[in-house]
């Protein structure tokens, strides 16, 4: 089955790309999905400041900056895994760096 863990922080005190790379624990975790070969792909999110939300009403088309949520909490990348049911993707999720400062929210793919 396939998942995709969003993964959910509050920006303000995310760390950096070079912090992430150099982290034990982002080493630890990548090592582990190349070990099981869940990884199908993922991508970490520029900040909300970045954002542009669409939106159709009525058939008019409303642009507007920033993120839908008013929310502290961000999705600030996502996973996509492949692995053999929920309990799998829960003992991935649980092993993301991001569970122990955010949140990892697991989602089942529709196929």
């Known amino acids: 089955m396939k998942y ?7 920006e303000k005190v995310s760390p950096t790309m070079e912090e992430i790379a150099a982290d034990p624990a982002y080493q630890a975790y990548g090592a582990e999905m190349n070990r099981r070969g869940a990884s199908l792909g993922g991508a970490r999110l520029r900040p ?11 058939g008019e088309t409303l642009v507007s900056d920033g993120p839908f949520a008013e929310t502290k909490d961000f999705i600030g990348g996502i996973d996509i895994i492949e692995c053999a049911d929920l309990d799998e993707a829960l003992a991935i999720a649980a092993r993301h760096p991001y569970a122990s400062r955010g949140c990892v929210e697991v989602r089942p793919v529709w196929e």
């Open 4 to 10: 995709v863990l969003l993964i959910c922080d509050d």
């Open 48 to 58: 909300v400041a970045d954002a542009t939300t669409v939106r159709v009403r009525d």
